[in-house]
C-alpha cells in the first residue's frame, strides 16, 4: 500500500526550484566586467537582499531528498537503480548538451572526464547530491535506531560546523584568495583542529558540508511533531530573520569594505568569492534560513485542483528544471538587461535591479516550467531527460 503524499514536500520542492532561478538572476548584478562587478551602492543593497532570500535553495532540495529517502525503504542495490534512472541518466544528458552549446566542445568533454563543465557551474549540486545518496546506504542501519537525544547532539555538531568559515576569519584575518590550475578561485583555509598543510581532515571534516541536511531530514520526520501556526511562525520567523541578516550583512559588510565608500567596485572572480563567504552553503545564516522555511512548510497540509493540476506536475519536473533552466535564464536576463537598461540609469531608475532579478526569475521559472511538464510526459523519453 503506497504512503499518502507529503504534498508540503512538493510545494517546498517548487519553491526551492524557483529560489534556485531567483539566485542565478541576481549573479549579474555583482558578477561581471574582470569577474567581480557592483556598479551601484543601491545595488549592493538590492543583491544582500534578493541573493539572501533565496540562498537556503540547495539545503531545501537536499532535505526534501532526505526526508523522503532517508532511511532507506529498500535494499541498497534498488535504490542506487531508481536513483540512476532519477538522477543520473538525466545528468548525463544535459551535461553533453551544455558540453556542445558552451565554450569549446572538445575541452568540455576533455575537462567532463574529470569534473563537471564550469560553464555549467550549477551542476556542481549533482556530484554532491551522489555523494550524499552514496552514504545513505551506511547510515540507514543507525538511522533506523537513532534515539531523540543522539540525533540532537550530532545535529548540534553539524551546526557548530557552519560556524567554522567565521572561526576561520576571527583566526586568520581576511582570507587571501589563491587559484588552482583549474583556475577556480579559493579563500586560503585557517588550519583548526587537526587542520595542517598535510592534513585537510580535521576533527569536523566528517560532519560538515550537506550532512547535516541529511540528518535534518530524517529528525523532522521522526521527532518534529505538529506544531500550531502560532508556534511554527514564533520560531520560523526569528531563526530565519537571524540567518538572513547574518548572511545580507556580512556580505555588504564585505562589499563596502573594498568599495571603500566609492562605487562602482570590481576586480577579479576572486573577489566575489570573499562577498558570498558569508552565504555559502556551510555557513550559519543559511542553515538557519533553511530550517525557517522548512517549519513554515510543513503546515500545508491541503491539496486541491491547483495542487494537482500546477503545483505536483511542477514537482515532479523539478530536477529536471534545476538541470536545464541555465540554457533560458541567461537569455532572458540578457533581453531584460537590453530592454530595461542597467542600475540607476535604467528605465525604473533605483526600480531596475530589482524588477530585472525578479522578473527575470518569474519569466525563466515559468517557461522551464512549460518545457519541462511537456518533455516529461513524452512516452518513453520524458523521465530519462527530465528525471
Not at 545528468?91 to 575537462?111: C, H, I, M, R, S
Not at 585557517?190 to 566528517?206: C, I, T
Not at 545564516?285 to 500545508?300: D, E, H, T, Y
Request: proline share 5%.
Amino acid at each position: 500500500m503506497d504512503k499518502p503524499r507529503e504534498i508540503w514536500i512538493d510545494w517546498l520542492r517548487v519553491t526551492a526550484c524557483f529560489l534556485v532561478m531567483m539566485t542565478h538572476s541576481s549573479e549579474p548584478f555583482y558578477l561581471g566586467g574582470e569577474g567581480s562587478l557592483i556598479l551601484t551602492r543601491t545595488d549592493a543593497l538590492w543583491v544582500s537582499v534578493l541573493n539572501v532570500l533565496p540562498r537556503a535553495c540547495v539545503a531545501l532540495f537536499v532535505f526534501a531528498s532526505s526526508y523522503l529517502q532517508f532511511p532507506l525503504h529498500y535494499s541498497t542495490g534498488e535504490f542506487f537503480r531508481r536513483r540512476a534512472g532519477r538522477i543520473l541518466i538525466p545528468f548525463l544528458f544535459w551535461t553533453v548538451v551544455y558540453a556542445l552549446v558552451w565554450g569549446e566542445p572538445v575541452q568540455n568533454f576533455k575537462d567532463l572526464l574529470l569534473n563537471f563543465n564550469y560553464a555549467a557551474g550549477h551542476l556542481w549540486f549533482v556530484y554532491m547530491l551522489l555523494g550524499v545518496y552514496l552514504l545513505m546506504p551506511m547510515l540507514s542501519p543507525w538511522a533506523e535506531k537513532v534515539g531523540k537525544r543522539e540525533l540532537q547532539f550530532y545535529l548540534g555538531l553539524c551546526l557548530f560546523t557552519t560556524l567554522i568559515p567565521l572561526i576561520r576569519q576571527w583566526a586568520g584575518g581576511p582570507a587571501p584568495v589563491i587559484y588552482g590550475p583549474s583556475g577556480i578561485p579559493n579563500a586560503a583555509k585557517y588550519p583548526l583542529w587537526g587542520e595542517a598543510s598535510w592534513n585537510a581532515y580535521g576533527v569536523f571534516y566528517y560532519l560538515s558540508g550537506f550532512i547535516g541536511y541529511l540528518l535534518l531530514g530524517l529528525y523532522f520526520r521522526r521527532f518534529v511533531g505538529e506544531l500550531s501556526w502560532r508556534r511554527t511562525l514564533a520560531i520560523a520567523l526569528p531563526v530565519f530573520l537571524a540567518g538572513f541578516a547574518l548572511c545580507a550583512a556580512g556580505f555588504l559588510r564585505r562589499v563596502n569594505a573594498d568599495a571603500g565608500g566609492v562605487f562602482p567596485v570590481e576586480g577579479p572572480v576572486g573577489l566575489a568569492a570573499l562577498w558570498e563567504g558569508p552565504w555559502l552553503n556551510d555557513t550559519l545564516g543559511v542553515a538557519l534560513m533553511s530550517v525557517g522555511w522548512i517549519l513554515v512548510f510543513r503546515k500545508i497540509r491541503t491539496g486541491g485542483r491547483f495542487f494537482e493540476r500546477i503545483v505536483l506536475p511542477v514537482s515532479k519536473a523539478s530536477y529536471g528544471m534545476y538541470l536545464c533552466h541555465m540554457l533560458l535564464l541567461g537569455s532572458i536576463s540578457a533581453w531584460l538587461r537590453t530592454a530595461l537598461g542597467i542600475g540607476a540609469e535604467g528605465v525604473l531608475g533605483a526600480w531596475t535591479t530589482p524588477v530585472q532579478i525578479l522578473s527575470t526569475a518569474l519569466l525563466s521559472f515559468i517557461a522551464t516550467a512549460l518545457c519541462c511538464v511537456f518533455v516529461q510526459k513524452i512516452p518513453k523519453v520524458g523521465r530519462w531527460i527530465i528525471g
